[in-house]
């Protein structure tokens, strides 16, 4: 599919070319593979404590999983249309909404949500090994973190280097792996959901209710949104487009919807496991195993983070290319990698509480990238025709050099969204939130300080100001 072969794992040459109508096959459904691969992380059973944190009852949390995950993923599979249309990486695609060189702020933007996703990845794989090592008594100090984090470190590096063929084989092997320990793990700690203590859980406000919301978005679908394109563009233009969404979607959404469910379930029953989860996310799951499962726990908690992580530095290495970085595709992924095992030795030697930051990170990027979001969708979908593929490297060609407009929405979206978020776990983003007052929502300490709207609202614009844009689209599909 990428110009070599699997069987060989030679490495992938293809960076932003547009793929030859020779290397394009394979069916819709073969994108179910790396997106499930993806996201069977038992992350998504400590996204259970993390949504009860907003202060709301099971019912609530498991109506905002289902919306949060389901809206977010599908958004990933009509933004992965662009890539069967194009055959091209999806910061590449987005040129034709922003401009050859205005799409570089969108592609450092995106550049940025990937790095800093598969750090955090790597780091809660290091940081769980630790954990599993600790409680068999073989160690699970400063050396077992740095030897857990050269093996995952090497494993995402390797596999981001060679490219798509050996991505897409090792995500199918995850998959099988992951998906029976997985169901192994749900069934020894079965017997630790109590059902009353569940049930009790008080109710939150709306609000927290949206907070929530727009957590798992940012936690899920939103954090993909910008790599979309990047395993779709090897289909053939033939392909169903419908199937391209169906299969995205629901490759992506299965295993996040079943183990957040069973996550607040656990986190609901226990307040001691819901508030062990924030400080060690993947670790506290394992003090509800008996010893002999914490060997294939480990297994299945670094080979799902490892699968996340891969398809981060894969479309981490496009966007960097796409950014304007003139280097081979396998040396952006092998970049990123070094900065990666940097900002994984940080969080685990120096970071201290995890829930914090990452909700910051989440919430921070979450706004430009909904800004984008919003305006690539709506330009995916106005679309008729299959993108003009050399005017995506010419930037005198129809999609231009430098598009103000797009570039300015996105901007002024981000500022907005940024002025109605708040993370106070993070004393970085304490500036944030700047707008909560002059709009009437009660300042930062106010009922909808902890909403965060400000997700919403950037995607909301970034779609709706891009719909009035159909006449410029039009232009373009009719250019000579």
Request: charged share 10%; glycine share 14%.
């Amino acid at each position: 599919m990428s110009g070599t072969e699997t069987r060989g794992l030679k490495v992938e040459t293809n960076g932003l070319d547009v793929i030859d109508d020779a290397e394009r096959r394979g069916r819709p459904r073969q994108l179910f593979w790396p997106w499930f691969g993806a996201n069977v992380s038992v992350l998504g059973l400590s996204y259970g404590s993390f949504t009860l944190g907003f202060g709301i009852s099971f019912w609530q949390a498991l109506v905002a999983g289902v919306v949060g995950i389901l809206f977010s993923f599908l958004l990933c599979g009509f933004i992965a249309i662009a890539g069967k249309r194009g055959s091209a990486p999806t910061m590449l695609l987005s040129r034709a909404a922003f401009g050859v060189r205005g799409n570089r702020l969108p592609s450092a933007i995106s550049w940025l949500l990937t790095v800093g996703w598969e750090t955090v990845l790597t780091a809660l794989a290091t940081l769980a090994t630790s954990t599993v090592f600790e409680r068999l008594g073989w160690g699970g100090g400063t050396a077992t973190k740095v030897i857990a984090l050269v093996v995952v470190a090497a494993l995402t590096v390797a596999a981001g280097v060679l490219g798509f063929d050996a991505i897409m084989k090792l995500q199918t092997w995850i998959t099988w792996i992951t998906g029976v320990l997985t169901v192994v793990y749900v069934v020894l700690v079965a017997g630790d959901v109590h059902w009353a203590a569940v049930g009790a859980l008080p109710s939150g406000s709306a609000q927290q209710w949206v907070g929530s919301l727009v957590f798992l978005m940012t936690g899920f679908g939103l954090g993909w949104v910008n790599a979309a394109a990047d395993y779709s563009r090897y289909l053939p233009r033939s392909a169903s487009g419908r199937g391209v969404v169906g299969w995205t979607t629901f490759g992506a959404s299965v295993a996040p919807l079943v183990l957040l469910v069973f996550g607040l379930l656990l986190a609901g029953s226990s307040p001691d496991l819901n508030k062990a989860i924030a400080a060690d996310p993947i670790g506290a799951l394992t003090t509800l195993l008996p010893l002999w499962f914490l060997v294939p726990f480990a297994i299945v908690a670094v080979l799902g983070l490892v699968g996340g992580a891969v398809l981060d530095i894969y479309s981490s290495g496009l966007a960097l290319l796409s950014a304007g970085l003139r280097v081979p595709r396998p040396l952006a992924a092998f970049v990123d990698g070094v900065l990666m095992v940097a900002g994984t030795i940080y969080i685990v030697f120096f970071g201290g509480e995890f829930l914090g930051q990452f909700q910051g990170f989440l919430v921070t990027l979450g706004v430009p990238v909904a800004a984008w979001c919003g305006v690539m969708l709506a330009d995916v979908l106005l679309r008729r025709r299959d993108y003009a593929e050399a005017d995506l490297f010419d930037p005198a060609g129809r999609y231009g050099d430098v598009r103000v407009g797009p570039i300015a929405l996105v901007l002024v979206s981000t500022a907005l969204g940024w002025g109605l978020v708040t993370n106070t776990s993070a004393d970085w983003l304490k500036w944030q939130g700047y707008l909560l007052e002059p709009f009437g929502l009660g300042g930062r300490d106010g009922s909808w300080a902890y909403a965060n709207l400000g997700v919403l609202l950037a995607l909301a614009l970034g779609f709706v100001v891009t719909l009035s844009t159909r006449q410029r689209i039009r232009a373009q599909e009719a250019a000579a």
